[in-house]
């Protein structure tokens, strides 16, 4: 999870982040987490697709898999399985 | 109707954001690329919005925001500016992830914030600025145009306050564009020596000037913008000579009045000559100031040399390192800006001092 960490890191050009701050499960699209929006979840879509070739293809699926750092290595995981 | 400037902010290669006298220390340089003295962004705009702004979005806002302190003003009703090239940098990494990328999986950011307005509307959005919000996209008329149109909705009482200014920055690939053009010096030339630079060619520059314009004096405002005028592709010098003498009348005065000239000199030969000729036909004994050795040369530096002479008429001072020929004069009271682009954007704002 700290490469995808640090993938999103320089993503979005978070600036004062590093891996270690990011918590596993801490939210990445609420005030109390990360605080990103709406571009940053096209950029991360763009990184999925960059990084591990996996393409979303429900939009409805978004807001589960991008809850944290943790779903979204889930996620990876099961896709590249399943791609496997 | 006057229209004062009751505030500025500026982002350039000198350090003008720092405050106190103008020039107290003086940036000299050696070479043909002159680049901000970045401030520290930071204390105006917030870290997770910074991280998508390029440096010309950033050099925006941190000169709209100086200018609005100075004029204690929290946010303006309007906000116009001008800008030749708009956002290089993220239009250079949009085109170049473009062919990447095969023109496949292009990221968000880049593409939103490389439009000329970004600038504009980052600086709207910061500061919940629902007023007018326009950008001039006009080459060497981009910031003269912006200052054109604030003019024309203070004189329609369509707003009391209007932030506007010019800004444009320099990127590697534009950089390396334009010196296939033969518009930069060959080798590095020392900044307080390019005025009187023997050759041809000049030196790139970048940079931010706001200034908040309104009808109302503010209580530390010193100058008022009596007019602007733009002059596209002069024959000859004598239109422009014409042109002087005409835009002046319309403002009730004469070259006689005019108490320090500032012209946008850049240190190649064949572009300064129009002004020696100028100099020589209308203000043979005047005192002449220059900034773009300070600056470096681009579409907007006018902008700079606006900022600069608002401020030489607030301190009543002008720097040795800004006079090019005469004494400095005793007492400021009208400055007539002479800047041209290129040789084909030629521009004049009148500033006098503010009672």
């Not at chain 2, 982002?11 to 043909?32: C, D, H, N």
């Not at chain 2, 200018?67 to 290089?88: F, K, N, Q, V, W």
């Not at chain 2, 240190?267 to 020589?280: L, R």
């Amino acid at each position: 999870m700290t490469d995808l960490k640090a993938q999103i890191i320089e993503q979005l050009n978070l600036q004062e982040v590093t891996p270690e701050s990011i918590g596993d499960d801490q939210p990445l699209f609420s005030k109390e987490g990360l605080g990103l929006d709406s571009i940053d979840a096209l950029e991360l879509i763009v990184l999925l697709k960059q990084h591990y070739n996996i393409s979303i293809t429900n939009p409805e699926e978004g807001p589960k898999i991008f809850q944290s750092v943790r779903t979204m290595a889930e996620y990876i995981t099961a896709n590249q399985t399943v791609k496997a | 109707m006057s229209i004062y400037i009751n505030g500025t902010g500026c982002v350039s290669p000198q350090q003008t954001t720092q405050g106190g006298p103008l020039l107290a220390a003086l940036k000299e340089y050696e070479q043909v690329r002159l680049a901000v003295v970045d401030p520290d962004y930071k204390q105006w705009i917030d870290v997770k919005q910074i991280r998508r702004m390029s440096r010309v979005v950033k050099m925006g806002v941190a000169a709209a925001n100086l200018s609005l302190e100075a004029a204690g003003l929290t946010a303006p009703d309007a906000i116009i500016t001008g800008t030749a090239y708009g956002c290089l940098d993220d239009t250079g990494v949009f085109l170049k992830k473009m062919v990447e990328q095969q023109e496949e999986m292009l990221t968000p950011t880049a593409f939103i914030q490389s439009t000329h307005n970004t600038v504009a509307g980052q600086i709207a959005l910061l500061l919940q600025c629902h007023g007018y919000n326009n950008t001039f996209v006009n080459r060497g008329f981009s910031f003269e145009n912006a200052l054109l149109d604030a003019m024309m909705i203070l004189d329609e009482g369509g707003a009391d306050n209007i932030l506007v200014g010019g800004m444009d920055e320099i990127t590697n690939y534009s950089h390396q564009i334009l010196s296939r053009f033969g518009i930069y010096k060959k080798a590095p030339v020392k900044t307080m020596e390019l005025l009187n630079s023997p050759d041809s060619g000049t030196i790139a520059g970048e940079g931010a000037a706001f200034m908040t314009l309104s009808k109302t004096k503010g209580s530390l405002c010193t100058t008022e913008l009596k007019g602007v005028s733009t002059l596209y592709k002069p024959l000859w010098e004598g239109e422009v000579i014409g042109h002087i003498v005409q835009f002046l009348e319309a403002h009730n005065c004469t070259p006689e009045d005019i108490d320090l000239l500032v012209t946008g000199r850049n240190g190649n030969i064949d572009q300064d000559e129009i002004y020696e000729e100028v100099a020589e036909a209308l203000f043979p004994e005047h005192p002449e100031a220059c900034f773009k050795h300070l600056c470096g040369e681009y579409p907007t530096a006018a902008a700079f040399g606006a900022w600069m002479s608002n401020a030489l008429i607030a301190e009543q001072r002008v720097p040795d390192a800004v006079m090019f020929y005469g004494h400095p004069p005793e007492k400021i009271n009208k400055i007539l800006l002479y800047n041209h682009h290129e040789g084909t954007h030629h521009s004049f704002v009148l500033l006098t001092y503010a009672e």
